[in-house]
Antibody, heavy 121, light 108 residues
């Protein structure tokens, strides 16, 4: 059973960098699939942040691209998110998820439980 | 960027009744559309992909239809566990992905 688990600080100060890690179990990141970050401000909808392939190829939401870095560590079977220069608007539940990019099968099939990150001084 | 618009924002339905949720894309996404269900405090769960293919383990009362810019998710007979928020998501612009704003299905 594939499982994803987000971890990182729950409180970040404005203008600082938000850092989260997603540990994957039950599947080797090196075996394929894409791995993504999605966020959800309190009471609002879902926003795709970006995705990474095990090779390290990254893809970012254009609206966040200047502040986002996603990286992968295949030795630890995990991938990470960094979002710089955060403001209160970045307060959200952050999810990591696996993206299937297969012929005829494209979707986020496994998700972490999400972690709330609050931006406040 | 492809904008996904869902309607209505809230749908009030009695248990056992049919629910029809709409999703519109700002430009054609072919059949590259997925639907997710999210319950309070939980991560989204995949329901439908390819506009009409049910994911593994999803009951037959959930069905998806449409292509191009207009899509529908139908729940044929609402069960208590179906009251949740539903999101559509396009992946025609892969690797850029966008979600709709969601439709909350509540008990009437």
């Amino acid at each position: 059973q594939v499982q994803l688990q987000e971890s990182g600080p729950g409180l970040v100060k404005p203008s600082e960098t938000l850092s989260l890690t997603c540990a994957v179990s039950g599947y080797s990141i090196s075996s394929g699939y894409y791995w993504g970050w999605i966020r959800q401000p309190p009471g609002k909808g879902l926003e795709w942040i970006g995705s990474i392939y095990h090779s390290g190829n990254t893809y970012y939401n254009p609206s966040l691209k200047s502040r986002v870095t996603i990286s992968v560590d295949t030795s630890k079977n995990q991938f990470s998110l960094k979002l710089s220069s955060v403001t209160a608007a970045d307060t959200a539940v952050y999810y990591c998820a696996r993206w299937a990019q297969l012929v005829g099968s494209n979707y986020f099939d496994y998700w972490g439980q999400g972690t709330l990150v609050t931006v406040s001084s | 960027e492809i904008v996904m618009t869902q309607s209505p924002a809230t749908l009030s339905v009695s248990p056992g009744e049919r629910a029809t949720l709409s999703c519109r894309a700002s430009q054609s996404v072919s059949s590259n559309l997925a639907w997710y269900q999210q319950k309070p405090g939980q991560a989204p769960r995949l329901l439908i992909y390819g506009a009409s293919t049910r994911a593994t383990g999803i009951p037959a009362r959930f069905s998806g239809s449409g292509s191009g810019t207009e899509f529908t998710l139908t729940i044929s007979s609402l069960q208590s566990e179906d009251f949740a928020v539903y999101y559509c998501q396009q992946y025609n612009n892969w690797p850029s992905l966008t979600f709709g704003g969601g439709t909350k299905v509540e008990i009437k």
